[in-house]
């Protein structure tokens, strides 16, 4: 007899079939990962299943409460669906009537309040009922399932501590410091207000080592507190205020980010995260400068300092001591001096954000050094250096360079032959110069939709022990990186840019010549900015190529012809810019170009149509419109102002002599006398 069956990931779609209520003899059941749709069926499910998984589907309706009485049943997952309502209460339900170790029920639209016959279930060891619509105030004392592990209750709408005092606060909830099993608490986005009590940090008779407390109104620590042995310590997007807290020794995970935390970062704190993973202190009120001592935390992947008021400059050894280190974020603070040239030879660094300080000097040579370097962004600062074309290596995905002092041409990108990644390349607002008409784009396989992003989508994570999927070992999957572009005229900041964004932008620079008929290679580009420059020649038909661009500005150049009509198919383009060149011709129309308005085409003096002035006038087929000017026209307007300045000097020379000789009776004088003296050179009296 059929005693497990396992279809997930089969691409299965539709209702569960009721059949599967006729094995009997089923003990594990997986249809996890499919498109199943409807309500469970009430079928009979065998009394021997110890496992059910049907996470990652469609499933809508209610749970039927039958599957929490079944006797044998060990783990239920009914993670990521669709189930609504309320989950019913079983009034029948002993503890010696169910043998659930495991319930997930989380991502789902589940309301009302938390079960109370949760609590009976003696042998839980697991429950997630985050990312549901769970609302109400939460007695805590309901959880004494004596063998409970991991209790997830986050992103609900539940009301837990109500007030700081501790009469009010403490007796719901004392019972979990009787939890002597508990070491996984999160209650990270609810109505969490006011100070965490000092009691919290007892739960489980110190053995704790998860808590996660983000999202939340908190603004401090009712005091005395003293940390527990935490491996994780998540309170990021919450009030707190004042200096830092120091993490405890034991941690592996500190998130302190998003707060209102002041002062400058203790200067003995590499001590205290000898064995962290990741910390993070972003987006607070923090001074004085990096200390020295956190260069002791060799074990970290991910340091995040951003968003800060540091000073100072970065420490040497930051670069050189912490080998482990993949991604280090200093951007949006005061950091001056140079960057240090200490890269150590096995670099692990994955991304490098010091965008918007005030760093100078070139970019370390030394940085070749980490060959897995995806994101390099260093905008916004005083760097003074050419291209750095070493950096170009398959792995480097976003390159920002913007708004620098970077100057000279890039003919040194002639010569890779390496096939590049590259998704996002931003060089604006620097003193970039020569041509770009040699860009083959061959290589550039990152924005051809060719590209390969497996290792870097966020994905749905399970973890192989079934707990709370953010352990100190997984600290680094869960980073996001976040990077500023210019998109349809505006700095807009992205986070998970690295699955699908691509983006080129050369504006603001020195870079003439014509734009490379090779761009339309670039199938999967989104944003192409080249405007302000002084490129000429006319725009590449194979632009209409693009067919996933969005955004489109050419302006403030010198191209001229004829806007191609290719680039009416563009059907997914919402900005476009073609002002400010010498454009002529009729507008091309499309679905897309009649939603532009007249400020992306002005400055063309040859232009006509839709949505000029000019605009919506049926001309007959090779009849101008009054006022158009054609490329003949263009070239015979070119002025030489050599020969326009000389006559200017000889008309200003000229008049000024006349009027003094009729005006002035000494000049006058003095310059016949002068004439007079020069002609008797010529014609000496005999």
């Given amino acids: ?89 079983l009034s029948n339900l002993s503890s010696s009537s169910s043998a659930l170790q495991e319930l997930d029920i ?190 002791g935390a060799t074990d970290l992947n991910v340091l995040d300092l951003s968003d800060n008021s540091l000073t100072g400059g970065i420490p040497p050894c930051l670069l050189n001591n912490i080998s482990s280190l993949e991604v280090l974020n200093l951007c949006s603070n005061n950091l001056r001096r140079t960057i240090p040239d200490t890269f150590s030879v096995n670099c692990s660094l994955r991304t490098l954000d010091l965008n918007m300080n005030a760093l100078k000097g070139r970019i370390p040579r030394s940085i070749v050094n980490c060959p897995l370097l995806e994101v390099l962004n260093i905008g916004n600062n005083r760097i003074e250096d050419t291209f750095p074309c070493v950096l170009m290596k398959a792995s480097l995905r976003v390159l920002i360079l913007r708004s620098n002092k970077f100057y000279g041409d890039l003919q040194c990108l002639k010569a890779i032959q390496e096939r590049l990644n590259l998704q996002i390349i931003d060089i604006s607002t620097n003193n970039f110069s020569g041509g770009i008409s040699f860009l083959s784009f061959s290589k550039w396989w990152g924005m051809k939709g060719a590209n390969d992003n497996k290792q870097l989508k966020y994905r749905k994570r399970k973890c192989d022990n079934h707990n709370i999927c953010r352990r100190a070992s997984d600290v680094g999957i869960y980073y996001q990186d976040r990077v500023t572009v210019t998109m349809k005229g505006l700095d807009m900041e992205l986070t998970k840019i690295l699955i699908i964004f691509t983006s080129i932008d050369f504006s603001n620079n020195k870079f003439h010549g014509e734009i490379p008929h090779a761009i339309g290679d670039l199938k999967s580009l989104y944003v192409l900015i080249l405007s302000h420059n002084e490129l000429s020649g006319p725009i590449p038909a194979s632009i209409g190529n693009l067919t996933q661009l969005g955004s489109l500005d050419l302006s403030v150049n010198k191209l001229i012809g004829t806007i191609p009509v290719e680039l009416a198919s563009l059907t997914f383009i919402s900005f476009l810019n073609l002002s400010h060149n010498r454009l002529f011709g009729k507008i ?78 000494r000049w006058r004088e003095m310059f016949f006398g002068k004439a007079y003296q020069i002609y008797l050179k010529f014609f000496p009296r005999w």
């Fill in 1 to 89: 007899m059929l005693s497990t069956l396992g279809l997930s990931n089969c691409g299965f779609f539709g209702p569960i079939p009721p059949t599967i209520g006729n094995l009997t003899e089923l003990t594990d059941l997986d249809i996890s990962d499919n498109n199943f749709t409807g309500s469970i069926p009430l079928f009979n499910l065998s009394k021997k299943l110890t496992y059910l998984d049907a996470s990652n589907n469609s499933l809508t309706g209610n749970i039927p409460s039958s599957l929490f009485a079944l006797p044998s049943l060990t783990r239920l997952l009914l993670s990521d669906n669709e189930f609504q309502g309320q989950v019913q209460e």
């Fill in 106 to 295: 989380s991502s789902n639209n589940l309301e009302g309040p938390v079960p109370k016959f949760f609590s009976e279930l003696d042998q839980l060891t697991e429950l997630s009922l985050s990312s549901n619509k769970f609302n109400g105030t939460v007695q805590l004392e309901m959880f004494k399932n004596p063998n409970l592990d991991t209790l997830d209750l986050s992103h609900n709408d539940l009301f837990v501590i109500q007030s700081t005092d501790s009469d009010s606060s403490l007796p719901p909830l004392m019972e979990l410091l009787r939890q002597s099993s508990l070491t996984n608490l999160d209650l990270s986005s609810n109505e969490l207000r006011g100070e965490i009590p000092n009691w919290i940090w007892e739960i489980g008779n110190g053995s704790l080592r998860y808590l996660n407390l983000s999202n939340n109104l908190l603004h401090g620590f009712q005091k005395p507190y003293k940390f527990p042995s935490l491996r994780v310590l998540d309170l990021n997007s919450n009030q707190f205020q004042g200096e830092l807290p120091i993490p405890p020794l034991s941690s592996g995970s500190v998130d302190y980010s998003h707060n209102f935390f002041t002062n400058s970062i203790p200067n003995d704190i590499g001590v205290f995260l000898s064995n962290a993973l990741f910390f993070s202190v972003s987006k607070n009120s923090l001074t004085g400068e990096i200390p020295p001592s956190i260069c």
């Fill in 588 to 665: 091309p129309e499309g679905p897309q170009f009649q939603t532009f308005s007249a400020a992306s085409f002005e400055g063309n003096l040859g232009l006509y149509g839709c949505p000029l002035d000019t605009s919506c006038i049926n001309f007959g087929s090779g009849v101008s419109p009054p006022g158009f000017q054609t490329e003949e026209v263009y070239l015979k307007k070119e002025i030489d102002w050599d020969y326009v300045s000389a006559a200017l000097g000889f008309a200003v020379a000229f008049g000024s002599t006349v009027w003094l000789t009729l005006h002035c009776k």
